[in-house]
């Protein structure tokens, strides 16, 4: 059984790319990743990264703002991940950890230097090849 997933590109006005490092607690605690989370039944990818980021960020999506970026699959050794990513081009408000998390802006080329989670990685690449 598998794990459905989201997450969003978010880039500032000077490029960089934002990350948000997981809180202690959750699975893989201490690792930055890619702001997102899990699909609630019945959610469209799009309509979970709204949500996920309302509620993790405090930012809310213009319509029409995302674009998928790649769709993976990550086997952890206790949990299976299918995960969309998608960036997102425009939305409103100032992200900040809701959630206790602490949040970063990673330049592009520094990315590769983050401690990302090991699914995350692919996005790293997929990033470069699309820029």
Do not use: N
């Amino acid at each position: 059984m598998s794990t459905r997933v989201v997450a969003g590109v978010l880039y500032d006005a000077q490029g960089r790319v934002l990350l948000a490092q997981r809180p202690p607690g959750k699975h893989m605690a201490g690792y930055w990743e890619f702001p997102g989370g899990k699909l609630a039944d019945g959610e469209s990818p799009e309509q979970a990264l709204q949500r996920e980021l309302a509620e993790e960020l405090g930012v809310q999506l213009a319509p029409m703002s995302c674009r998928p970026l790649l769709q993976l699959r990550h086997a952890y050794p206790d949990r299976l991940i299918e995960l969309q990513v998608f960036t997102v081009a425009s939305w409103s408000g100032s992200p900040r950890g809701l959630e206790g998390q602490a949040l970063q802006w990673v330049a592009p080329e520094e990315l590769e230097r983050q401690p990302l989670l090991p699914a995350d990685q692919p996005i790293v690449s997929a990033l470069q090849s699309d820029r």
